[in-house]
């Protein structure tokens, strides 16, 4: 029977089909055999011949079937992916190690390109699920110990620290075969493991090719490769081969290893390339993207354009009539790029001595932008450019940068004080400031990260805010220190690590601290010496501290010991000590007392946020448990874990327990509760609702905010802590946690009726207490401190508990003569009183003659501790910086008038008269020195009494007398 012509043909035999099987075949061999003689030799000796089969048979696919996208392959349990594809330009590497899966470590890769540029094959290893991160190598072989040898031989490290580092790689990685590449990857880690950076090493590898070493702490190998990639696709280096590896250091720290053997067709200076590789890797994508989008750009000026559009945005947000946000600046700075591109010029000219630029005439390119905001934003653009004193612009091998402004940049008098100075700091995933209201100031360092990219919006737009609004309270309690208040908050970008942020935010303000000719503009005088002291806040770590403190002696600060307070080791934990609440029962006493209670004799119920685990809560449990067991009641505590309550009081000793074990109030023990008490975890809707709730619902004497986050009560919801009636449920507030209650909430619950002692006032020890360890740690040796600390400590407490009563006392004695006040009102007087005195005292004491100098030297020996003034000896003034000194004795100058003259004189006193004042009361106060030792050496029966009498108000009477 004939076919017809619409049927198809069938059989193997039939004409069509042979011939179409024919031109197949012919296809398939010709592919075969021309990717046979066009992938590398690298590719036959490194790739096992079982993955060849797959490999050729995707290239045959791909030639065959004329397809269009890559082919993956996926071997060996998913330990090895292949990518095949007829595609090869710049950026396609990075492309596809971006999607790759994220579930395992990536730990090699193997770049291979067909000599005329027309297929690629790279194949990817990822760490096994299963293997153990800990002990990775096969610690037995006689081959391993050859190659420790070879690599310590090579590098010229001891066997043990190569060991070391060879345990952190997993026993089959293809690095330990080849002692040379793993030498150069030793050598980049030791270096990264000493600064906690980026290494970029580079050295001649086989056949002509370089070999790059890659080492970066806090990163992975995926972000690194991925960096790298686009790094050598952009400078059209040929990747030929890829090791990498992440390890960790120090058992918190991940590094990521990765060692390249590139093919480059140009000559090229080795070191260089490292530092522009180094460049590259640390800065921010957002940098990177704006230098793939313009072509006319180099990388400095597009990190320089990311970072002044940030700074621009931060400065409109707190000085301008309106938000704007990071997008729409950089957009209008994209808009005017020509604009913008003159001012960036003209501000890396400011920092270059030998390259001067004139400034872009600004007023005329202003006028030539119609709409308000758009000219709004460059118009703060240009005066940052110029406003700008100092920049690590010139600074080799910096991690970000950073800026130092004066104060007045971000002026904004509707919202409050004008800070003295200002740092901005901008780096790979983050930026942050640091503010200070004093030349000499303290405050915490707090980094924030974020989960996503709305949070992180949240969390940016705000970031100079918060850093002004913590600074501006740290500066109210910093009143009776010679530091000011201080504050920095550094916002990090969703996955990207804290620790590093931290670590890059610190190593931009030593650029400027260090390098002050370096980093200052040349049109601008040196500033001059600067020193700053930071404290823990959120997120940093003990790690973090020691870094902070060890990586700032290598770089040759003068003061290391005091860049950084609470030190693990050598510094006064606020914890372990209980600095803090020490200082919190002390001003919780005296309201008691006020209210008509004598703690010492009579009962009180007392409630707190807070729990046992936290430094102030616990210690504030353990100190009442110690000071007043027959006489306090704890009725309530709600803490991050739950809360817990009870009438007839909750246990003490299944409290202390708590205490000591560090665990949160979930874990009472619900057995030692009455009939009427009650504990609870966070386990559903309703018990967070009553951890929440608690400090409203639970009547006490006190409540005490040990612990929650700012504004837990504020004006929206103050009207809880009242009864039915209007009755507080807690007539007393001593506030242990900072901003638990806002300004305005303060004012309403103070008309109704209760009396809160303001967080400025009332846990002000803790900052009297890292003022103390700055002051150690410029006088003394770490030797020297760790030999006295015990004395050291328990002095400083004694110190701590002394100005906590002396401010108590003050603050319901000003209360008494200022009734119409109320006390969180008469705390702030109190600590701008202060703080305007000792305004006085440094602009004046220049002045002073000899005399006085000496007098006021000996006001600093009688208010440090014996221990520390004894150690340090005649070294004791000559260690200060001047402007230290000089706010050292100002403070407490300061402090010790406004305590005993009181606000109201004070206030109503000229400038020039209260600096007679001063002066006089330097001697006034060497005579009452002179009478206390008297009274001391005296046998009088009630010497303590006249002697308290005498010492506070012994300088008023003298002065009053005349005398």
Same mark, same amino acid.
């Given at each position: ?31 075969? $055999? ?8 690298? /590719? ?87 293997? *153990? *991160? ?67 090493? %580079? ?45 960790? #250091? ?54 320089? #354009? ?12 707190? %000085? ?79 991690? %970000? ?22 740092? /901005?700091? /901008?780096?790979?995933? #983050? ?139 050598? +510094? ?46 616990? *210690? ?21 874990? +739950? $809360? ?16 000591? $074990?560090?665990? +949160? ?70 506030? +242990?946690? *900072? ?29 009297? %207490? ?128 406004? /305590? ?46 006249? $002697? ?16």
């Amino acid at each position: 029977m004939t076919e017809s012509k619409n049927n198809p043909p069938t059989g193997f035999d039939h004409p069509q089909i042979q011939q179409l099987r024919a031109e197949i075949i012919n296809q398939m061999d010709d592919r075969i $055999a021309d990717s046979l003689q066009k992938l590398p030799r690298e /590719y036959f000796q490194q790739i096992p011949r079982e993955d060849h089969l797959q490999h050729f048979k995707a290239l045959v696919a791909i030639k065959v079937c004329d397809i269009r996208q890559e082919i993956t392959i996926r071997h060996r349990n998913g330990r090895r992916i292949t990518i095949v594809s007829h595609q090869n330009h710049p950026g396609l590497l990075a492309r596809l190690i971006r999607g790759l899966p994220k579930e395992l470590p990536l730990v090699g890769a193997k770049i291979f390109t067909s000599t005329d540029d027309d297929f690629i094959v790279d194949v990817f290893d990822f760490q096994h699920a299963d293997s *153990n *991160n800990e002990v990775r190598s096969d610690r037995t072989s006689e081959r391993r110990k050859s190659i420790i040898q070879k690599v310590a031989d090579q590098t010229g490290a001891e066997n043990c620290d190569v060991e070391t580092f060879v345990d952190r790689y997993h026993h089959e990685h293809e690095i330990l075969g080849s002692p040379e590449e793993l030498s150069h990857q030793f050598l980049a880690f030791r270096e990264t493991a000493h600064i906690n950076d980026i290494v970029v090493l %580079c050295g001649k590898a086989k056949d002509g090719l370089l070999k790059v070493t890659v080492s970066a702490a806090s990163s992975t190998t995926r972000t690194m490769f991925e960096r790298a990639a686009d790094f050598f696709g952009q400078r059209k280096i040929n990747i030929v081969k890829a090791i990498c590896e992440n390890v960790m #250091f120090r058992e918190t720290i991940p590094v990521a290893l990765l060692t390249f053997d590139v093919q480059i067709d140009e000559p090229v200076n080795p070191e260089s390339l490292a530092r522009d590789m180094e460049h590259y890797l640390r800065v921010d994508p957002e940098a990177i993207k704006l230098l793939g989008d313009s072509s006319d750009i180099d990388l400095q000026t597009a990190e320089l #354009f990311c970072c002044l559009a940030k700074l621009t945005q931060h400065a409109i947000n707190f %000085c301008e009539a309106f938000d704007v946000s990071a997008e729409r600046v950089l957009r209008t700075m994209r808009k005017h790029d020509s604009m913008t591109l003159q001012s960036i010029r003209y501000f890396v000219s400011r920092f270059r001595k030998d390259d001067p630029e004139e400034a872009p005439p600004e007023h005329a390119l202003l006028k030539s932008i119609a709409d308000p905001k758009e000219r709004t934003t460059m118009r703060t653009l240009f005066g940052l450019v110029h406003r700008i004193e100092r920049a690590n612009l010139c600074v080799e091998r910096k991690r %970000c940068i950073a800026f130092r402004l004066p104060g007045e940049v971000f002026e904004n008098l509707d919202h409050g004080n004008t800070p003295f100075a200002i740092f /901005y700091v /901008y780096g790979n995933g #983050f930026d942050g400031f640091h503010v200070r209201f004093r030349n000499v100031a303290r405050g915490g360092m707090r980094l924030v990260p974020t989960r996503n990219a709305s949070h992180y919006l949240f969390e940016s737009n705000r970031v100079f805010e918060e850093a002004w609004r913590l600074a501006t309270a740290q500066q109210l309690k910093n009143k009776d220190i010679a530091e000011g208040g201080s504050k920095a908050v550094v916002v990090i970008k969703p996955d990207n690590s804290a620790e590093r942020a931290g670590r890059d935010f610190v190593d931009g303000l030593l650029d400027l601290l260090l390098n002050i000719d370096q980093t200052t503009a040349r049109d601008l005088d040196s500033i001059g010496e600067e020193y700053l002291y930071l404290g823990p806040d959120e997120n940093v770590t003990n790690d973090l501290i020691n870094w902070i403190v060890d990586h700032s002696a290598e770089r040759g600060y003068r003061f290391p010991a005091t860049i950084m307070s609470s030190k693990p080791s050598t +510094g006064i934990n606020h914890k372990e000590f209980g600095v803090t609440s020490e200082g919190v029962l002390i001003f919780l006493r005296q309201s008691l007392i006020e209210h008509g209670i004598d703690p010492d004799k009579s009962p009180f119920t007392i409630k707190l946020t807070g729990g046992p685990d936290g430094d102030v809560g616990g *210690n504030a449990i353990r100190i009442l448990i110690r000071d007043y067991p027959n006489t306090a009641r704890i009725v309530a505590v709600a803490d991050g874990t +739950g $809360a817990a309550s009870d009438p007839d009081g909750l246990n003490l000793e299944e409290l202390l327990r708590l205490v000591e $074990a560090g665990q +949160g109030i979930a874990s009472f023990d619900a057995g030692q509760l009455s009939a009427q008490g009650s504990v609870t975890g966070l386990g559903s809707e309703a018990e967070v609702t009553r951890r929440n709730e608690l400090h409203n619902q639970i009547k006490a004497d006190v409540f005490l905010p040990a612990g929650g986050r700012p504004s837990t009560i504020n004006e929206n919801n103050w009207h809880r802590f009242l009864d039915g009636d209007g009755v507080p449920c807690s007539p007393i507030i001593v506030e +242990g946690a *900072n901003l638990f209650i806002t300004d305005p909430a303060r004012k309403l619950l103070s008309d109704s009726g209760v009396a809160i002692v303001k967080d400025s006032s009332a846990n002000k020890c803790g900052v009297i %207490c890292s003022s103390m360890e700055i002051i150690a740690g410029m006088l003394l040796t770490e030797e020297q401190f760790l030999a006295i600390k015990p004395d050291y400590v328990s002095q400083v407490l004694q110190t701590l508990c002394s100005l906590a009563e002396i401010e108590s006392i003050s603050l319901f004695n000003e209360r008494s003569r200022m009734p119409d006040l109320t006390l969180p009102e008469i705390s702030v007087r109190i600590s701008e009183q202060i703080i305007r005195v000792a305004d006085i005292i440094d602009n004046s004491i220049g002045g002073w003659t000899a005399d006085e100098q000496r007098l006021a030297n000996e006001f600093i020996r009688a208010y440090l501790p014996k221990s520390l003034t004894d150690t340090a000896g005649d070294e004791l003034f000559d260690r200060f910086p001047k402007t230290y000194r000089r706010q050292l004795i100002a403070s407490i100058l300061s402090s010790r008038i406004v /305590y005993r003259e009181g606000c109201q004189n004070l206030e109503s006193m000229r400038e020039e008269t209260l600096a007679r004042l001063i002066r006089n009361h330097l001697v006034y106060e060497s005579k009452v020195r002179t009478l206390l030792a008297t009274i001391e050496s005296s046998d009088l029966a009630d010497k303590q009494t006249i $002697a308290a009498i005498v010492e506070h108000s012994g300088a008023r009477s003298q002065r009053d007398l005349r005398l």
